[in-house]
Each structure stands twice: as structure tokens, then as C-alpha cells.
């Protein structure tokens, strides 16, 4: 079946490839893993907890974008990674260009602690090859104080007079066109040329109403005041209303997208059986609980989120969303080679 | 390396020079081939392949991504790097000019604390700089609130996320790569040639155009290629300062490989940048060499 799957690289979306590589009975003791994830995006002792219980030695190396450990992965021959943390889209890519292992559920007995909508995500229906690990959305992060509460992406693109000036908007690509896209009652995941020129039309409009693009400090920018609305992702939200309660996240009435940001087990990996006993230790509601506590992001995992403090609900209000809630949102898939007109919309936007 | 100590007053031969030179040469040598030259061949070789879907390189031979350099978005973002890049490094030389006269006309006591204070930035991490100037230049900064705490003005004046912002955050930055070439040149000269050309009558402006100028050329031509490289493929400043709302080549550089997934355009672009560059280096070297020869002619006949 592996084989199969190897010889349709890139051509199928869900070559049934199983798992007949993985041995259940293998001493996973003696393997060891090399796990690449985001920087301070897991528990610090994360490693010697999982040693601890497993007597599995892991090596955690740190990637900063999708982009880089992207390459690492593509880049041909074995990485040396075993486990990769990347975004669902990417996880989708990785698995049409055959470099995943699917899941070994029965080694992932753990995966009964997530919300049953985490194994309804559009690019990988059923978790088949990838495990979500935390999800969010993309909204308007804003100051009450300053501005009426917002409604709608429009108040974002077309401000209030009061309001010029005082926005940002993401810069990365598929984010950047995202507010636009779905004011105009459009798919986040447009391949529609006459869409995707509609969109920038009224991104070119909106540049100028602009302070900034920010993809990293816009929450700064709102505590300071500099800013009093922004395109934000949720959890990024969150690190401004840790500084200031006045700020507020609204998910516009449009909609906007589901974000995944998952777990991965690299085809080229020799040490499989231990991979999917990681997946399993990340999945304990009190790791995934961390994540949530710390990082700020929502967990698809019920009973790491039943763990949370409610006092983490009453401050940060979007942590409360419930998984239907973000399911109604769309989830953002890979594009393939049209993913390039994203890219160049975003570089006529900025360099107009 | 030799065994054999040349006699004194002997014609050393080239050959046995480089030679000796070599362990000398070497740990230099190595780091250049290993961060500079391997780069360097790989970003060559990407340029001519094709890009990965999901990133990386696929194998086979294109010029796709030269043609793409015609594209009007990217001849305007050369443009535009292009123009912000003369603009300042005409200000640099603006401000950096009389700024090295003056040091050089300093007691060496204060030419010393001068020379300090405009090298004292760079002991500051750039990012930390930049930042700084973020808390100081914003809509909500300290300028900004001290303005209408002191009710000079009602609204902030916005100072930031513009492409003036821009320029004068690079100037900022480079300043001091203008000022240091200018003064080591505007030092080096004889200051007897002002002297004499004052006693045969010339106005002090005379001087300055006729002696004082042409002798300093050389650190100008320096100054302005030290400072035109680094602020035309700078993207730093353009996306903290300029607020993302300029795109300079740098930044399309930095996009292709950590956004766009494509290095093969990443490469033509950085390779086009590096050959141009090389070529202005090569021009400024020939031009101030000739500078140079004229100047060893000139002293050749005065001093005769």
C-alpha cells in the first residue's frame, strides 16, 4: 500500500495508503524522535515528560514558518524529522506529495479526547494523516473603548471616518485577501481570477486608510492606541487583551476561516511506532491544556479545555468559542499552484 | 611556510610571498568560500530551475524566472528600491559631508569624542534601534504626546508607516557608513594645499571647490556606495518603519523565500541584485583608483 502510494506522488488527494509499515509490538524504546514544531508553541519539559514515560529520548527542533520546515521537508531524501508540526494546508500538500504517514489510531487511543468536530476538518476529514493540535480564527481585534464595536470586515475596508488611519490589516498572503474576499461573499480559498480582482480592488482602496500592514506587533499598536482596530488571528488577540481589557475580538458577520495547526508523522521516518506515541502523549488534556493556558490558542481537545481555569474564558472571552462555532467558519485549504496569485496580490497590494 | 630566510635587500619573488602570506590568508579564505562563494553558487544554480509546489527546487532547466524580472510589479519595486536608495544616499552626503569637515577641524582631543559618538549607534542592535524609534516616532509616542501635552499641537502628527518615514529611517541607519570614509579621506589630505591656494588669493570657497573637493572624491565615491548597498536591499525598515506600505527589493527577496515558497525567483532576484552591485563596487574601485593616479601625478609635480 505504501508503495502504491509512493508511485502516485502529487497526482491523488487521498491515495488510501495504510499502515502497514507500522508495528504495533515494536520496543519503542529503542528508537528515538526528532520532533520540529514552532518555537514556544510546547511545554518547555515537554521532551523529558514524554521520556519519562515512554523511556523514548526526543530532540525538539524549533522552526519559525510553515515556509521553513516546509523545505526541510521537501527538500528530498530523509529530513531526520519524525514528527512535524505544520498547518493544515500544508499538512494537506504534504500528504498529496506522499510524505506522510497515515495515522495508526490504535496507537492513538488519546484521540478520544477531542471534540468530535476536530475529526470534521476539510483538508484531512477523519484526521487520517494529520492531528489537530490548535485551532483558531481570524477576526477584528479592537479597542471598545475608542470605537463602536465593529460588525462587519466592511468596517474594517471602508472605516469610519473616526476610525482612518487607525487600522491594520495581516500581510501574509491568504490573509491579507481574506476580509476582502469575504465582504464580497466570497471563499476564503478563491480560485476565481475575477474574484480574486475584486478583492483587490478594495484592498487597494483600503491601503490607504491604513496605518500599517502588521503581522506581529498590531496588538502592541492597539495597546498604546496607535491602532483601534485590526485584522487579527484570535490568539494573537488575546496577548493584547492580557495588556489591556478595553480590547475586544469580534468574528465579523461575513464569516472567516477556520485555521488547524496540526500534527504530523513523516513517511520517512524510522521510528514510527514511537511518532505515534508522541502524538498520543501531546493529546493528554493536561499537555494540550498548557497549550491553551499559555499560548492563548483554543485546543481541540475537550478535556484539555474542560481542564482550563474559567477564569481564562472570562478574560479572554474568544477562548470560549465552541467547536461548531468555529466549524461554521471556512476552513483554509492548500491551493496548489495558485497559492502564486495569492502571493503576487499580496506584492501588488504592498508595492502599489 | 618557508625554510629559507630571503637575504636582506633581495628581490623577494611574488610566488614565495603569496606563499607565506597563505596561512595568513587562509582562516579568511575559508570563511569567505564557506558563507560567501557556496551561497553564492547555489543562489546561481537556483535562478535557472524551476520552483517547487510546496517550496524547494524541482530539477529542471528554466529562464521562466528572468522573465518574470521584466514584469512591471517587479521593475517598479526595483524602481522604487532604486529611488529610495539615491535619495538617501544623496542626504547622507548632504549632512554626512560637512559634518566629517567639521570633525577634522576638531582639537584631536574632541575629534576623537566626535568620531565615538557617530560610531556609538552601532553598538546598539539594529532591531532594538528600530524599535526604539517605534516608541519615540508613533501616533501614540513620547514625541507625539509631549506635543499635545504641551498643547502645540491638537492631532499627532503621523511620522511613521510612510515612505519618507522610510528614508529617514535608513539615513538614520546609515549614516555614519557615509561619515566615517568622508572624514578618513577629508583627514588624509595635506592641509598645506589649502593653505597655499588661500595665500595665492583663493576664496575660501575656491578652495573648497579647486583643492578641498577633488581631493576628498575618493571618500564620496566610498560613502555613497557604502550606503546606497545596504539601504536599497534593506527590508527591515520598510516593514517596521514603513509599516509594510513599501516594498523595497529586499523585501521581495525576503517574500519569495519565506512566503511565496519560491526560491527559484528568490534567486534571480538576490543574483541580479548581487551582479549589479558588483558592478557599481567594480566602477567606484576604477574610478578612484584613476582619482588616485591623478593625485600621485599631481604631487609628483608639485612636489618636483
Keep these: 500500500m505504501a508503495v502504491s502510494a509512493a508511485a502516485v506522488i502529487g497526482l491523488s488527494a487521498c491515495a488510501p495508503s495504510g499502515s502497514s509499515e507500522i508495528d504495533a509490538d ?55 524529522i519524525d514528527v512535524a ?71 474594517l475596508l471602508n472605516p469610519a471616518a473616526d476610525v482612518t488611519g487607525k487600522t491594520t490589516m495581516l500581510s501574509t498572503e491568504r490573509w491579507m485577501a481574506l476580509p476582502a474576499l469575504k465582504a464580497l461573499g466570497y471563499s476564503v480559498n478563491s480560485e476565481d481570477p475575477a474574484e480574486l480582482e475584486e478583492a483587490k480592488a478594495q484592498l487597494e482602496e483600503t ?51 477556520l485555521w488547524v495547526d496540526t500534527m504530523t508523522v513523516l513517511k520517512s521516518s524510522e521510528n514510527k511506532e514511537a511518532a505515534m506515541a508522541f502524538v498520543n502523549f501531546v493529546l493528554e488534556a493536561d499537555v494540550q491544556s498548557w497549550v491553551a493556558e499559555n499560548i492563548l490558542y483554543k485546543v481541540p481537545n475537550k478535556a484539555a479545555m474542560d481542564l482550563l481555569d474559567p477564569a481564562i474564558y472570562e478574560q479572554y472571552p474568544n477562548m470560549a468559542m465552541t467547536p461548531a462555532e468555529l466549524l461554521e467558519e471556512e476552513t483554509i485549504v492548500d491551493l496548489g499552484e495558485y497559492s502564486t496569485e495569492y502571493t503576487r496580490l499580496a506584492t501588488e497590494i504592498a508595492a502599489g | ?198 595665500n595665492l588669493g583663493a576664496s575660501p570657497f575656491r578652495v573648497f571647490r579647486t583643492v578641498t573637493l577633488p581631493l576628498s572624491l575618493p571618500g564620496v565615491l566610498t560613502g555613497c556606495v557604502f550606503v546606497f548597498v545596504p539601504a536599497m536591499s534593506n527590508f527591515i525598515i520598510p516593514e517596521l518603519i514603513g509599516g509594510g506600505k513599501t516594498v523595497l527589493i529586499g523585501n521581495l527577496i525576503r517574500d519569495q523565500f519565506l512566503k511565496a515558497r519560491d526560491w527559484p525567483f528568490g534567486s534571480t532576484l538576490a543574483l541580479v541584485l548581487t551582479i549589479s552591485l558588483v558592478v557599481l563596487l567594480v566602477a567606484q574601485a576604477a574610478v578612484s583608483r584613476r582619482l588616485n593616479e591623478g593625485k600621485r601625478i599631481r604631487k609628483a609635480v608639485t612636489g618636483a
Design chain 1, 207 to 257: 491601503k490607504d486608510t491604513l496605518l500599517a500592514f502588521d503581522d506581529t506587533t498590531f496588538y502592541t499598536k492597539l495597546v498604546t492606541g496607535e491602532a483601534v482596530l485590526t485584522e487579527a488571528w484570535d490568539g494573537w488577540c488575546n496577548y493584547g487583551i492580557a495588556e489591556d481589557p478595553n480590547i475586544d475580538f469580534v468574528v465579523p458577520e461575513e464569516g472567516s476561516d
Design chain 1, 26 to 80: 515494536a520496543d519503542i524504546t529503542e528508537q528515538e524522535l526528532v520532533v520540529s514544531i514552532w518555537a514556544d508553541y510546547s511545554p518547555d519539559d515537554l521532551a523529558e515528560r514524554f521520556e519519562e514515560e515512554t523511556g523514548v529520548k526526543v530532540t525538539i527542533v524549533n522552526h519559525a514558518t510553515n515556509e521553513e520546515v516546509m523545505a526541510k521537508l521537501t527538500a528530498g531524501g530523509d529530513s531526520g
Design chain 1, 85 to 155: 508540526f505544520v498547518s493544515g494546508q500544508y499538512a494537506q500538500a504534504l500528504s498529496e506529495g506522499g510524505l506522510l504517514q497515515d495515522l495508526d489510531k490504535s496507537l492513538i487511543p488519546n484521540e478520544s479526547n477531542l471534540y468530535p468536530e476536530a475529526s470534521e476538518l476539510a483538508y484531512d476529514p477523519g484526521n487520517a494523516y494529520s492531528m489537530p493540535y490548535a485551532w483558531g480564527t481570524t477576526g477584528l481585534c479592537y479597542r471598545t473603548d475608542l470605537m463602536e464595536a465593529p460588525t462587519s470586515w466592511d468596517d
Design chain 2, 1 to 198: 611556510m618557508t625554510t629559507t630566510t630571503p637575504v636582506p635587500g633581495t628581490p623577494r619573488r611574488r610566488g614565495r610571498r603569496g606563499l607565506a602570506a597563505l596561512p595568513f590568508l587562509g582562516p579568511g579564505g575559508l570563511y569567505l568560500a564557506a558563507l560567501f562563494v557556496v551561497p553564492l553558487v547555489l543562489i546561481t544554480s537556483y535562478a535557472f530551475f524551476q520552483r517547487g509546489r510546496f517550496g524547494g527546487i524541482v530539477w529542471e532547466l528554466t529562464l521562466d524566472n528572468f522573465v518574470r524580472l521584466i514584469d512591471p510589479l517587479y521593475l517598479g519595486v526595483v524602481a522604487n528600491s532604486l529611488k529610495v536608495g539615491l535619495v538617501v544616499t544623496l542626504l547622507a552626503l548632504l549632512i554626512g559631508y560637512p559634518t566629517a569637515l567639521a570633525i577634522t577641524r576638531l582639537s584631536p582631543k574632541w575629534r576623537t569624542i566626535a568620531l565615538v559618538a557617530v560610531l556609538l549607534p552601532f553598538w546598539t542592535n539594529f532591531l532594538v534601534r528600530t524599535y526604539a524609534w517605534i516608541l519615540l516616532f508613533n501616533n501614540a509616542g513620547w514625541i507625539n504626546q509631549a506635543l499635545q501635552g504641551l498643547g502645540i499641537i491638537d492631532e499627532p502628527i503621523p511620522m511613521l508607516y510612510t515612505e519618507p518615514a522610510v528614508v529617514v529611517g535608513l539615513l538614520y541607519m546609515y549614516l555614519p557608513l557615509m561619515i566615517l570614509p568622508l572624514y578618513s579621506s577629508l583627514a588624509s589630505r595635506d592641509p598645506q594645499l589649502g593653505e597655499a591656494a588661500t
